[in-house]
């Protein structure tokens, strides 16, 4: 699968574009558990394999069940984790505000409950999302919360970041609950329309190398999950 990823109008070639389909089955795929599921929007191309969680915010105005990528325990801002939301300004203590990119804006909805957190500060739950300003300023968006953050700032240089509450306070709110069957576009921006996809939960033996952001405590998570050298086996 080719996707193009630069437009202009002088010429030009753009290289290292080919997407290789992989097999992401070991086992049978017809023996395995799965579920039709619904992928909220914003999260642009979620690719097979992903690690998936689910939004498990308190009301129903949101995106609250839909699913959404999952956010491994550990990162240092140069791995690719479409749950996240990093900020593009520091997450100030006491403030009821957080400000993102236009793009990842679209990634929450007014009624998620948020959640913040970086590599050297515990996550917090800011509770549900109010406002999500996109039109005072271009080049961010300003998203408002219930709950002030605590008395230490979340900074960039820490990797700083928001997401959708999605899991318990001791996995930094997002907990695993399946592997993304195929690839599925949720779309970017203000047009992202969310996705329906298949969830696979058990039954199955899958290639842990074709795995995305499935970690430790994803596998801890699933419960049922055993990683055997190449493999990944969810009974």
Same mark, same amino acid.
Request: charged fraction near 15%; charge should be negative; glycine fraction near 10%.
């Given at each position: 699968?080719?996707?193009?990823?630069?437009?202009?109008?002088?010429?030009?070639?753009?290289?290292?574009?080919?997407?290789?389909?992989?097999?992401?089955?070991?086992?049978?795929?017809?023996?395995?558990?799965?579920?039709?599921?619904?992928?909220?929007?914003?999260?642009?191309?979620?690719?097979?394999?992903?690690?998936?969680?689910?939004?498990?915010?308190?009301?129903?105005?949101?995106?609250?069940?839909?699913?959404?990528?999952?956010?491994?325990?550990?990162?240092?801002?140069?791995?690719?984790?479409?749950?996240?939301?990093?900020?593009?300004?520091?997450?100030?203590?006491?403030?009821?505000?957080?400000?993102? *990119?236009?793009?990842?804006?679209?990634?929450?909805?007014?009624?998620?409950?948020?959640?913040?957190?970086?590599? *050297?500060?515990?996550?917090?739950?800011?509770?549900?999302?109010?406002?999500?300003?996109?039109?005072?300023?271009?080049?961010?968006?300003?998203?408002?919360?219930?709950?002030?953050?605590?008395?230490?700032?979340?900074?960039?240089?820490?990797?700083?970041?928001?997401?959708?509450?999605?899991?318990?306070?001791?996995?930094?709110?997002?907990?695993?609950?399946?592997?993304?069957?195929?690839?599925?576009?949720?779309?970017?921006?203000?047009?992202?329309?969310?996705?329906?996809?298949?969830?696979?939960?058990?039954?199955?033996?899958?290639?842990?190398?074709?795995?995305?952001?499935?970690?430790?405590?994803?596998?801890?998570?699933?419960?049922?999950?055993?990683?055997?050298?190449?493999?990944?086996?969810?009974?």
């Amino acid at each position: 699968m080719a996707r193009i990823i630069r437009q202009g109008d002088t010429p030009f070639v753009v290289g290292n574009q080919q997407k290789d389909y992989k097999q992401l089955y070991y086992s049978n795929p017809e023996a395995a558990l799965k579920v039709p599921v619904t992928l909220q929007s914003g999260y642009g191309l979620v690719e097979q394999g992903t690690a998936l969680s689910r939004n498990l915010s308190a009301g129903s105005a949101g995106g609250r069940h839909q699913l959404l990528p999952y956010c491994p325990t550990t990162f240092d801002g140069t791995e690719k984790h479409a749950g996240r939301a990093y900020l593009v300004a520091d997450g100030a203590a006491l403030g009821n505000v957080v400000y993102v *990119t236009q793009d990842d804006s679209y990634k929450f909805k007014v009624g998620d409950d948020l959640i913040i957190n970086d590599n *050297t500060t515990a996550a917090e739950n800011l509770g549900v999302i109010s406002v999500i300003d996109r039109t005072s300023e271009l080049h961010r968006a300003q998203i408002t919360f219930a709950t002030a953050i605590g008395a230490v700032a979340y900074v960039t240089t820490s990797q700083a970041y928001v997401m959708v509450e999605a899991g318990v306070g001791a996995n930094n709110y997002s907990d695993c609950v399946g592997i993304l069957e195929k690839s599925v576009n949720t779309g970017i921006g203000e047009d992202a329309a969310g996705a329906l996809a298949t969830l696979i939960l058990g039954n199955v033996v899958l290639y842990e190398g074709l795995l995305t952001g499935f970690d430790a405590a994803a596998m801890v998570d699933l419960a049922t999950a055993t990683s055997f050298g190449q493999y990944v086996y969810i009974r």
